[in-house]
């Protein structure tokens, strides 16, 4: 009774469904959090009789044979990176990303990870830090006791000083972008790692061919559209009880043959 192993390969599949949904649903409120989309592949499947097999010796072609599927599997966990609403904060550190594009940010251990959240702040030496203190790449340091924190939509960061009237550049804020953003590997804290799958990053200032601009003062937020994820987990759910209905029918089936006399 392969309808058995068929059922359970169903259930597995749309309890990781659920479980991407669940994650998806969890971060509704997470700044630049890119929502997935689990993509699922039949497995392979047994010839009873081939597909294009001789059917006499006349020479005659079987036009269709028997083939049995064996179940379903997770072929991907994909990361959709379509753009998330931009939501006015006023915070002069903010940043938002309004088109392609990464913050580059360099981790303790030397790395660098990549990220679209761009609620930032100071450390105590000045260091633009992203919530766990990590630095941008390249590092910008703004003075103490400045009036003003000015960062265009090409990423110029300029200060005003006190008792001056012209602004101060104090560095400029890059983007790296990807061959396939799909590709990056999500470490937590809304970061991401380069992959081979990712390609090697390319590095450019926004509002640059191929990268977006930045928007001071806004934060961009999840892309997930709550709506369409209650839509899709309702439907997983029904897809897991008709899966089991299958092993319950396969087994009442059994149960029958088994009483046979």
Known sequence: ???LAIGATGMQAQQLNVEVIS?????????GFKRQRAEFQDLLYQNLRRIGSTSSDAGTILPSGVQIGVGVRVGSVYRVMEQ????????PLDMAINGNGFFAIKLPNGETSYTRDGSFQLD???????????????????PPNVLSITVSVQGQVQVTLANTTTPTTVGTVNLSSFP????LEAIGDNLFLETPASGSPSTGAP???GYGSLLQG?????NVNVVQEITSLITAQRAYEMNSRVIKTTD???QTVGQLR
Request: charged share 15%.
């Open 1 to 3: 009774m392969r309808s």
């Open 23 to 31: 994650n998806n649903l969890a971060n509704s409120s997470t700044n």
């Open 84 to 91: 998330g609403n931009l939501t006015q904060t006023d915070n």
């Open 124 to 142: 105590p030496n000045g260091k633009i830090v992203t919530s766990n203190g990590y630095p941008l790449s390249p590092e910008i340091t703004i």
């Open 180 to 183: 396939n953003f799909a590709g």
């Open 207 to 209: 509002g640059d061919k």
């Open 218 to 222: 806004k934060v961009e937020t999840s």
């Open 252 to 254: 009442e089936m059994m």
